[in-house]
């Protein structure tokens, strides 16, 4: 039995079967669903990308170059 701990609660979230890297299991605890970032030791994360709504991000390009 594979067991991880919930990124937001603190409580063990145990996996069934084989776990694989952005595999998404929720925890039963908190019904948070996290991702999983690594395998030896198992860890769990919120995933990445769920961004609600949108984001103008204009300020990056500024290329003035020369
Ligand atoms: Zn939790």
Do not use: Q, R
């Amino acid at each position: 039995m594979n067991e991880a701990v919930c990124p937001s609660c603190g409580a063990a979230i145990s996996i069934k079967g084989t776990p694989k890297i952005g595999m998404h299991v929720t925890c039963k605890s908190c019904d948070t669903e996290v991702e999983v970032v690594w395998l030896d030791p198992l860890e769990l994360d919120w995933p990445m990308d769920e961004y609600e709504g949108e984001e103008d991000i204009d300020d990056f390009d500024d290329g003035e170059e020369g």
